[in-house]
């Protein structure tokens, strides 16, 4: 199976600046790349994804770039604000296009 | 549309005890997934379905049970409850094929004492 690896596991930032965390991935046939926000005591959400034939999607303050050649991808947020404040997953799909394999999650954390 | 709703959303077990736990869609979503989520953990995949009547296991099937005889429901079965199996269980669905997003419900905490 798939093999998913997230960094970092937690992100403390200042509001306003930026936040980039980073996720890597086995299974070179994969070809769809989502990104999900965990807000505390709730289900994963869906925030932006990105399909192997693009490098770079954004939507307002969140981007996702992907480099397949190297095998990972990466969420960028700007102008970070306290709802910022989650857990974020990374969640490459199986080149079978069953299922995602889910990262370890990075804990972000935006002061005010 | 109500997406996906699971139920309950709070359940104390005693060991060896066995519940359900209940995930109906509205979405008229083929595929749907069963995962669980350890404190501080990622999401581990139990069970999955890709249309009524197929079902498969996934990386932590152990002491679970599944079944999909309509579209839209996607019940979970535990039987014989463990400690191990204090977790919050999230159910999932999305359109078949590949290149699409899941729906995940808003979970089911469970406590087994």
């Known amino acids: 199976g798939e093999n998913v690896e997230q960094h970092p596991s937690t992100l403390s930032v200042q509001e306003g600046d930026s936040a980039v965390i980073k996720c890597t991935y086995s299974?070179?046939?994969?070809?769809?790349f989502p990104w999900y926000k965990q807000e505390l005591g709730k289900g994963p959400q869906l925030i932006i994804d990105?399909?192997?034939?693009?490098g770079e999607k954004k939507d307002q303050r969140i981007a996702v770039t992907l480099n397949k050649t190297a095998k990972h991808f990466s969420l960028h947020i700007t102008e970070t604000q306290p709802e910022d404040s989650a857990v974020y997953f990374c969640?490459?799909?199986?080149?079978?296009?069953?299922?995602?394999?889910f990262g370890g999650g990075t804990r972000v954390l935006v002061k005010p | 549309n109500a997406g996906v709703t699971q139920t309950p959303k709070f359940r104390i077990l005693k060991i060896g005890q066995s519940m359900t736990l209940q995930c109906t869609q509205d979405?008229?979503?083929?595929?749907m997934y069963w995962y669980r989520q350890d404190p501080g953990m990622g999401l581990k995949l139990i069970y999955y379905s890709v249309g009524a009547g197929i079902t498969d296991k996934g990386e932590v099937p152990n002491g679970y049970n599944v079944s999909r005889s309509t579209t839209e429901d996607f019940p979970l079965r535990l039987e014989l409850a463990a400690p191990s199996q204090t977790s919050v269980y999230f159910c999932?669905?999305?359109?078949?094929?590949?290149?699409?997003?899941?729906?995940f419900g808003s979970g089911t905490r469970l406590t087994v004492v």
């Open positions: 999932a669905s999305k359109q078949q094929g590949r290149l699409s997003g899941y729906t």
């Open positions: 969640a490459p799909e199986e080149a079978a296009g069953n299922k995602l394999t």
């Open positions: 979405m008229n979503h083929n595929y």
């Open positions: 990105i399909r192997s034939n693009v």
């Open positions: 299974d070179s046939a994969s070809n769809y």
